[in-house]
């Protein structure tokens, strides 16, 4: 799989680098600045690339709205309005490695790169 310096989603550009990140980072989505952060510490490949997606699914996720529309939902049956630690972050990190995992695993078995 080509990883690009940058991506298009919904016409939206995405900036991907990969650098050097806290070691219980593998990738990081910024919505803030539309970036996607791999870390430079990976170095097994299909880590990497699935990791990518990963953070594909974050961004398109942002973009789309649903992220934002699920945390919401999620923050009603979470205790405190805190993110990172609690069932709503949680539950988001579990349904995107799901999905990125069934992504990734759709686009090698059916050769799309
Ligand atoms: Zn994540």
């Known amino acids: 799989m080509n ?3 940058q991506l298009k989603i919904l016409g939206r550009v995405i ?3 990969i650098i050097s ?4 980072y593998l990738g990081e989505y910024s919505p803030d600045d539309m970036t996607i952060k791999l870390s430079s510490a990976i ?3 299909p ?3 699935e990791t990518f997606i990963h953070e594909i699914v974050h961004a398109i996720n942002d973009i789309v709205g ?3 529309k699920l945390q919401n939902v999620l923050e009603e049956v979470a205790d405190d309005g805190e993110v990172q630690g609690d069932e ?4 988001e990190e579990e349904k ?10 759709t686009i090698i078995d059916n050769k799309l790169f």
């Open 43 to 45: 170095t097994d490949r």
């Open 66 to 68: 649903f992220e934002l």
């Open 96 to 105: 995107t490695d799901m999905f990125s995992k069934v992504l990734y695993a």
């Open 15 to 17: 900036g991907v680098s």
């Open 47 to 49: 880590v990497l690339e």
């Open 88 to 91: 709503a972050f949680n539950l």
């Open 3 to 5: 990883i690009p310096s």
């Open 21 to 24: 990140m806290p070691s219980e």
